[in-house]
């Protein structure tokens, strides 16, 4: 080529214009997309989509020296594949001669060894061709509509539009797609997601050979457990089911418009869009989104609730299997029966906004009525529950289940209703029956005794009182401190006798006329614990009631040791224990009312975190590092919280911050400052990865909690769920990232306003970054927090890289985020452990 040129060296406007082709023609040297049996492809050439949308090629990935075929988007800079033919067998170097031969595609080496090839044809005149779509082609000259072979049935980790996830069910053909093995391996990885077609089909999550999730079956109009799935102008989704095919595809409206389905080396579903304005891949929806997306959370007829605390219950008619695990927040044993079930006299509870159990095993009539599915399910004996198949229309079709009901969960909106048999003595609804029945049996004893039967009559109906309200809750209790009697080696009882500080006990008459008989319109809020009732007290003060559940099986002596243990922390910051009430089995907690209630439900919602100016912000943040202080080192004990995220920290009138929740405080003995746990509990994005990792806590766990606290506080965001458009961190490296551009203040929350002390929000921001560090070693102790905040002229460290800075996606991230090994393998090991219980 070289001679060429020179040849030509006089002609000067046109050699330049030569120039400029014969570099562009060794690159493209097919600038079709079309590849004939009589050609080859090799490297440094590629075919081009005729619209120039996807381009096929070799590429070599990272630092290896291996090599692939692959499909990538011509106009995107950062390539991006979307298929890889021989990722399993890459070549050792960038000459490869991609070809047709004996009416096969075939990838060949430089010494004509076959690498890879697609399966054998029987093509007569056959040709090779990438389509716009993405999808690379093996078809006769002649007909353009028929693909003897396409690449999109053997996806790598991409769901590209109209490429269907899903079984050909007559050639026996699964196409799924499969994780690379890190961000630039391209060999098949750990993770994919694969359709099950039996029973009602469903997609799965694997992780080898493991279900990490799955989406739910298809309800006629998204995922079952995808509630927030909606189809938009530009994005449609597609099930199919019937008996040659099942499959599930999207399809957009624009080819501008990119949008891919893929599934990460670290185990995460993302639906990607590409914004051309910024030029990055938008997530536009991941999964799983959280602890209640993991597959059998909850274990069997548990129900996983994301928004309660702790997040499983069990239904109506069923309790912990094993208590003791239930207790410490360990749901997986899930939960059985109360009453065995009688076959024909059973009855059904209706639970609403649920996402449908596990139901590979269940079976489908898509023409039958609810009525007639709720007959059939009654009339088969060894069947569970039921509920529509198809959602649209008010509803139609049925589904049954004849076996454990596993990985559900409910959802504050999006779910639908699925009927669950219980033993028609079991079935809530029977609250009137069981009124009238006490009525009666109330008038038999006024007729038959009198008067003097008064008393009696009351107990009865506070007992029936609290029956039913068991018979709601059926959950574990979180403030009872069972785990800290457990883990504590101390002995309380001598101290007791030290110096008793009695604790007021209310009787049961006083808390109920307090709470209008515990009426929902008192109830604030419900939890694993029970339920908490506002109440006002006879003297005019308001109070908070927690009212727990009887599962924990302890005895009122050390119910009682429990409470004194509780009502010792007094601080400021702590929320404060007014009471207790012990009668009959009734086991209640009376705590001071806030006002304000929890931070989450202010700091972010967007119509109140205006309230949260700086200054309060400021104080919220040096309140909660003051309790948090208290409880590690200066209260008699050192407590562990292990919980802390915002919405366990209250605010009261003058919006002081005020820690509570003690559900999963643990206690160390005097010099111990180190413990582990068999099974991790605690909330996503708060939890530290040494915890999360290996159930290390210490005291540095609540000091890495404290630090994402403190960034969220700054911002106004979550840290999970967080997503800033132009990069794809999370809120730690996001924050980490402007503090190292020396853009701290951009963090600051918008709706904090104009008045606020530079310094304070960058002294708040570098506080919260050193105790997010990665190494627990890095983190400051709460001691020198306080002294931090408390103090301009303190000397702070400079934080180093926080840990899990890349949120779910460690994926195509910029230079200074968190690309030192350590913190990126700590990242992928991290997601992998979580997701793998
Ligand atoms: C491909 O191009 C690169 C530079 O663009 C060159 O070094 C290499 O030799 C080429 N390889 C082949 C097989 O042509
Ligand atoms: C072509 O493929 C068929 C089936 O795999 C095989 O039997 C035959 O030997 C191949 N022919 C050549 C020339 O490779
Ligand atoms: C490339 O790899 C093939 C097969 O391993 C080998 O035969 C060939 O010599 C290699 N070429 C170069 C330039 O290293
Ligand atoms: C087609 O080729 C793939 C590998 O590319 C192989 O896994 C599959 O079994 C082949 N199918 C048939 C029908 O030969
Ligand atoms: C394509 O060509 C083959 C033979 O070359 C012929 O049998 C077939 O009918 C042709 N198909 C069409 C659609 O023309
Ligand atoms: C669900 O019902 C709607 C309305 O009856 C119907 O159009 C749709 O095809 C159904 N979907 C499935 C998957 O059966
Ligand atoms: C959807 O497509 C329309 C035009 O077809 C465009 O105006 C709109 O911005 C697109 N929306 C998104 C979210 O891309
Ligand atoms: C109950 O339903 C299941 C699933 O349809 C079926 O396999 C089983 O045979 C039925 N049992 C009876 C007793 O009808």
Redesign the pocket.
Known sequence: MKGVIRRRNHFCPTLLLFILFSFHASRFAFSADTLLATQSLTTNQTLLSSSQVFELGFFASGNSKNWYLGIWYKDIPSRTYVWVANRDTPLTNSSGILKISNQTIVLLDEGNNLI?????TKASNPVMQLLDTGNLVLREANESNQYLWQSFD?PTDTLLPDMKLGWDLN?G?DRYISSWRSTDDPATGDFSFKLEYRGFPEIFLWNDEQKEYRSGPWNGQRFSGVPEMKPTDNLSFDFVTNKDEVFYSFHISTKSLYSRLTVTSSGQLERYTWIPDTQVWNSFWYAPKDQCDNFMECGPYGICDSNASPVCECMRGFQPKNPQAWNLRDGSDGCVRKTDLQCMSDKFLRLKNMKLPESSTSSVDIKMSLKDCELLCLRNCSCTAYANSNISNGGTGCVIWVNELSDMRQYAEGGQDLYVRLAASDIGNDRNVGALIIGIAVGIAVLLLGLGCCFIYKRKKLLSVCKEERAIQERSQDLLLNEVVISSKRDYSAEKDKDELELPSFDFVTISTATHNFSDEKMLGQGGFGRVYKGRLVEGQEVAVKRLSKTSGQGIEEFKNEVRLIARLQHRNLVRLLGCCIEMDEKMLIYEYMENRSLDSVLFNKAKSSLLNWPRRFNIICGIARGLLYLHQDSRFRIIHRDLKASNILLDGEWNPKISDFGMARIFGGDQTEASTRRVVGTYGYMSPEYAMDGVFSMKSDVFSFGVLVLEIVSGNKNRGFYHSNSELNLLGHAWRLWKEGKGLDLLDTSVGNSFSSSEVLRCLQVGLLCVQERAEDRPTMASVVLMLSSETATMPQPKTPGYCLGRNPFETDSSSGKNDESFTVNQVTVTMLDAR
Request: overall charge positive; hydrophobic content about 25%; cysteine-free.
């Open positions: 890879w090839s697609s399966n054998q053997y050639k053909l």
